[in-house]
């Protein structure tokens, strides 16, 4: 083979590796990726005899439907868990947002029409109609990101199918505006919308349904959010707190296949998880087994639980997120005091301190620090250039109490 040849195949090779890989993102659906259908803000309703697998619910709106309608899954409607996954919403949308387009297409997608891994942007209200092919081209892992600059509109019996290694967990719609799905079409992948999501008669949606505001409609339909298949069957999972301020754990199975453990983790941000510890699991069963774990320490405010369950093959799936919130005297000092040059605040926790701010007896600020990304603040502060007198310490947690101190300035 002559060296011509050779190069000519190398480029052809890096080509198509650009191609699949591209720069586009996949964004974090944190709390999000459990769910089916979810909107921040609007009604949740069905009319007909829907089934839904995975997590539905709205941060603000009427619920009704369900029964009729059967969830497998979880349901919360306007809770500490419903405002945790609209934050996570809003953010996997903005992630989306910035990332620029590899190809413009015209604003009507489908008949036949085949798509590689890439960031697609049409440039207004768009349509599908027939068949949309998204092609992974072989390689696992292609992402594939269609951002809509208005509503979409899926027309009857249309659908969106994937061939040749394109994952459903690869594929991400920015609508910026609803989605319609007309009678008997399928349409694939996660929707982060910005307008009402609405399913009629017979259409499915395999994948996910989320959107920043709008109301969430259902006509006897299947929506699938095929993550939501956990490792084990879970049945229950509650968290209690007890009267020596920790959190209780409990959880139950109904069946177990090659399972091995559970990891039970934590978080305060919903964000930010961190492992608290390992249940056994029984492996495989039939029948009904109770499981439990206490976290001695929980912090102060809202504290955000979730099991990872793993199987043998370490293969694993999460549960739905569980809250329960706790108000611990925590230790707060500042000294010395009277001061003169610098201040040191002692705390139980850092991270949980969002900002520090002195006011003068006026009321003016005179110095002010706050919390940005997940550097902690520092426990220190420089005060040599404040004029002698009395100020007010407010010290202001990530949950939002506000604590204050005094202390005397030399």
């Given at each position: 083979m002559s060296r011509l040849l050779l190069l000519v195949l190398s480029m052809v090779t890096v080509v198509s590796f650009a191609n699949v890989c591209g720069a586009q993102v996949a964004p974090d659906l944190g709390a999000a990726s459990s769910y089916a259908l979810f909107t921040n803000a609007g009604a949740f309703t069905s009319d007909g005899a829907t089934v839904v697998t995975g997590d539905i619910g709205t941060n603000a709106g009427a619920f009704t439907g369900f029964p009729?309608?059967?969830?497998i899954g979880e349901t919360h409607v306007a809770d500490l868990v419903s405002a945790q996954v609209a934050l996570d919403v809003s953010a996997a949308y903005d992630e989306l947002t910035p990332q620029s387009c590899d190809v413009v297409l015209g604003t009507t997608l489908g008949n036949g029409q085949v798509l590689t891994p890439n960031v697609y942007c049409l440039g207004g209200a768009s349509t599908l109609n027939g068949n949309l092919i998204l092609n992974g081209g072989g390689v696992a892992g292609g992402i594939f990101i269609i951002k809509i600059n208005g509503a979409l509109s899926a027309n009857a019996f249309s659908s969106v199918t994937l061939t040749n290694m394109a994952s459903l967990d690869n594929v991400y719609w920015q609508i910026n505006g609803r989605l319609d799905l007309a009678a008997s079409a399928v349409f694939r992948g996660t929707v982060l919308a910005a307008g009402a999501i609405e399913l009629m008669d017979a259409s499915s949606l395999i994948g996910r349904g989320l959107t920043t505001a709008g109301?969430?409609?259902?006509?006897?339909?299947?929506?699938?959010?095929?993550?939501a298949a956990l490792p084990v069957t879970l049945?229950?999972?509650?968290?209690?707190?007890?009267?020596?301020?920790?959190?209780?754990?409990?959880?139950?199975?109904?069946?177990?296949?090659?399972s091995d453990r559970f990891e039970v983790q934590h978080s305060m941000t919903g964000k930010v998880w961190k492992k608290l510890g390992t249940v056994t699991a029984n492996g495989e069963s039939s029948m009904m087994m109770s499981y439990a774990f206490t976290d001695e320490i929980p912090g102060n405010g809202n504290n955000l639980y979730r099991l990872k369950m793993i199987d043998r093959d370490e293969s694993f799936s999460y549960s739905s997120i569980r809250s329960v919130a706790f108000s611990i005297a925590v230790k707060m000092i500042i000294y010395p005091n009277p001061a003169i040059d610098l201040l040191t605040l002692e705390v139980d926790d850092m991270s949980q301190i969002r900002q520090i701010q002195l006011n003068d007896v006026t009321g003016k600020t005179m110095y002010i620090k706050a919390k940005t990304g997940l550097q902690n603040l520092s426990a220190h502060l420089d005060v040599k250039d404040l004029p002698a007198g009395i100020y007010l310490v407010r010290i202001t947690s990530e949950t939002g109490t506000v604590s204050s101190l005094k202390i005397l300035k030399h």
């Open positions: 009729v309608g059967v969830v109301a969430i409609s259902l006509h006897t339909n299947i929506v699938t959010n095929p993550q049945t229950s999972f509650t968290v209690k707190k007890d009267e020596g301020q920790k959190a209780i754990l409990s959880w139950t199975t109904t069946a177990e296949t090659n």
